[in-house]
């Protein structure tokens, strides 16, 4: 008797489950598309907002007709003479 009480509840286990999957799978269908669309829509307002941003700041920065401004300062950059010897080659046909 034990024993076919343990089958059962196996098996009813393993419906449960099988239920429970299925329905995530259903639901999940149905829902994605949804979840998705949210997603982006909050994605493309935080590009928007970045981009508002930046083109606020270029509109602060305007110049006047004739001022110049250094955006980047240029690194120094010394080549090194001690770096090997110039081997010439020709070409074999």
Same mark, same amino acid.
């Given at each position: 008797?034990?024993?076919?009480?343990?089958a059962?509840? /196996?098996? +009813?286990?393993?419906?449960? *489950? =099988? @239920?429970? #999957?299925?329905?995530?799978?259903? /639901?999940? +269908?149905?829902?994605?598309? *949804? =979840? @998705?669309? #949210?997603?982006?829509?909050k994605?493309?307002? +935080?590009?928007?907002?970045?981009?508002?941003?930046?083109?606020?700041?270029?509109?602060?920065?305007?110049?006047?007709?004739?001022?110049?401004?250094?955006?980047?300062?240029?690194?120094?950059?010394?080549?090194?003479k001690?770096?090997?010897?110039?081997?010439?080659?020709?070409?074999?046909?």
């Open positions: 008797m034990l024993l076919f009480e343990s059962t509840g /196996l098996v +009813r286990m393993i419906l449960i *489950l =099988l @239920l429970i #999957y299925f329905g995530i799978k259903i /639901l999940s +269908r149905l829902f994605a598309p *949804l =979840l @998705l669309k #949210y997603v982006a829509k994605a493309e307002q +935080r590009f928007g907002d970045q981009f508002g941003q930046f083109s606020r700041q270029q509109k602060q920065k305007k110049k006047e007709e004739g001022e110049v401004t250094i955006d980047k300062i240029p690194e120094n950059r010394t080549s090194n001690n770096v090997g010897d110039y081997v010439d080659f020709e070409e074999i046909d």
